[in-house]
């Protein structure tokens, strides 16, 4: 597997109980390096667009309501197999199913509020980072 890179976002309740730096210790122990990062209030409408797939679920308003609560942290994450890594790393969506170690079973409170997301295929990695850097922003 070649060296890839992944979108990732801290979510709104990482970053209101002043998480973030104990996530990336664990996103940087695994082996994942933040390549490009910044800290930004979502606006409803970036909101509904990342997560449009999930249009039609029953959980989307809170979903969107969730994600703009208050700041996220939003990243590009550089490694071999960085997405399917990345996952490994945030554990299952519901933390209650979430390996011992990983971001969510570690973190997370429940599974509207599971701390972070990570894009789970090359496609969708490339049209979020799109969605919120720039080329020039990501350093690698
Ligand atoms: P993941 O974030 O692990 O990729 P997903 O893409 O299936 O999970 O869902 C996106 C987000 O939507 C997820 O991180 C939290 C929210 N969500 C998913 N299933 C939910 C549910 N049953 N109830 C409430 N929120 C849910
Ligand atoms: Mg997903």
Do not use: C, W
């Not at 308003?61 to 997405?83: D, K, R």
């Amino acid at each position: 597997m070649a060296v890839q890179r992944t979108f990732s976002i801290l979510k709104p309740d990482a970053t209101r109980r002043n998480l973030t730096g104990a996530v990336n210790a664990v996103i940087e122990k695994a082996g994942l390096r933040i390549v490009a990062q910044k800290r930004i209030q979502m606006t409803k409408a970036q909101a509904e667009t990342f997560y449009a797939v999930h249009s039609a679920r029953p959980f989307f308003g809170e979903l969107v309501e969730f994600m703009t609560s208050g700041p996220v942290v939003v990243q590009v994450l550089e490694g071999e197999n960085a997405i399917a890594a990345y996952r490994e790393v945030m554990g299952a969506t519901n933390p209650a199913n979430a390996a011992e170690g990983t971001v969510r079973k570690l973190f997370a409170e429940s599974v509207g509020e599971n701390t972070v997301h990570g894009s789970d295929a090359p496609e969708t990695a490339a049209i979020e980072i799109a969605q919120f850097f720039a080329g020039n922003e990501i350093v690698g």
